[in-house]
């Protein structure tokens, strides 16, 4: 099997992975994003992002569309705790993210739809000639040496693939093939953030 190279191997296209790939793509350092999903799924995940995610986002260039297509800001917040389902407790702490006023110019908080950011961020990614990304394309395996990494893939048509790469980057989620194939058998385990 043919064995291509590119710098960055991203694992995963969701909006973690695609902004990754879109800030190499501006500083022309090659990518390859392989996504399982043959298009941006449309149910609902993530939801908000801070201003950290804002400037994110105007650094890639997509500042236009921050209130225009991705969210729109999200104002008072009341945080609770515990696990229980039980909503109506005690906040102990509020926070009012409607203002511009503080360290970073930006409403602290957006309530975005995840659909509409990927497809921002993907045409972000399109707009590289540095960046490639691989829809319908499933991790198989993944080794590793000195001189870095070697992945092998299935595209969507069954047939295998093989690239060796600087870095790879897993971006594929809690139940994605970094985690729970390369990852967790060797010992590698997500803390829980709650007992």
């Given at each position: ?17 695609a ?108 707009s ?7 829809s ?29 790469s ?30």
């Amino acid at each position: 099997m043919a064995c291509e190279t590119t710098d960055v191997i991203i694992c995963g296209c969701g909006p973690t992975g695609a902004l990754l790939s879109a800030y190499l793509g501006k500083m022309n350092i090659s990518n390859i994003v392989l996504e399982k999903e043959a298009e941006i799924t449309t149910d609902p995940r993530g939801i908000a992002l801070d201003e950290d995610g804002i400037r994110l986002l105007q650094g890639a260039g997509l500042y236009s569309s921050v209130y225009s297509e991705i969210g729109t800001c999200m104002q008072k917040f009341k945080f609770i705790g515990g696990t229980d389902p039980v909503l109506d407790k005690r906040a102990f702490i509020e926070m009012d993210y409607g203002t511009t006023e503080g360290g970073t110019g930006h409403v602290g908080f957006i309530c975005h739809k995840q659909p509409a950011l990927e497809k921002c961020l993907r045409d972000a990614m399109a707009s590289s000639k540095y960046c490639d990304l691989r829809s319908g394309c499933e991790v198989t395996s993944l080794s590793e040496d000195d001189q870095g990494t070697i992945c092998q893939y299935r595209d969507a048509t069954g047939e295998e693939h093989q690239i060796r790469s600087r870095f790879f980057i897993g971006a594929d989620g809690k139940t994605g093939f970094t985690r729970k194939q390369y990852l967790e058998p060797r010992g590698i385990l997500m803390e829980q953030a709650h007992q």
